[in-house]
């Protein structure tokens, strides 16, 4: 059984910094394109970053130079680091995967396995 678990979330300051951690059991992270998805309250759930099998990441604009993901396969685990943290990045923090080789902000429903979610709240 597949099973995706976020953790990190939390309250900062804006200007402040979270790193978020999704780790995966029965799934294998190196053959795979995983994405952080985020949604606000009231509001549709957005891709904010992907990660390919072989490395390759893709940013939603609003995040491009203050967000990094990146994974360990050894770990099988796949990581946000936010910086610079604006109160609108405040939103619950989904970690998601689906077969490699076509990672983009795709349909939700083409990602195979989520988290449950982390809850990420920025102050001003």
């Known amino acids: 059984q597949v099973q995706l678990v976020e953790s990190g979330g939390g309250s900062a300051q804006a200007g402040g910094s979270l790193r978020l951690s999704c780790a995966a059991s029965?799934?294998?992270?190196?053959?795979?394109?995983m994405a952080w998805f985020r949604q606000a309250p009231g509001k549709e759930r957005e891709g904010v970053a992907t990660?390919?099998?072989?490395?390759?990441?893709t940013y939603a604009d609003s995040v491009k130079g203050r967000f990094t993901i990146s994974k360990d396969n050894t770990k099988n685990t796949l990581y946000l680091q936010m910086n610079s943290l604006k109160p609108k990045d405040t939103a619950k923090y989904y970690c998601?995967?689906?077969?490699?080789?076509?990672?983009?902000?795709?349909?939700?429903?083409?990602?195979?396995?989520w988290g449950q979610g982390t809850q990420v709240t920025v102050s001003s």
């Open positions: 998601a995967a689906r077969p490699p080789g076509y990672c983009y902000f795709l349909p939700l429903q083409l990602y195979n396995y």
């Open positions: 029965g799934y294998s992270y190196s053959d795979s394109c």
């Open positions: 990660i390919d099998y072989d490395g390759t990441t």
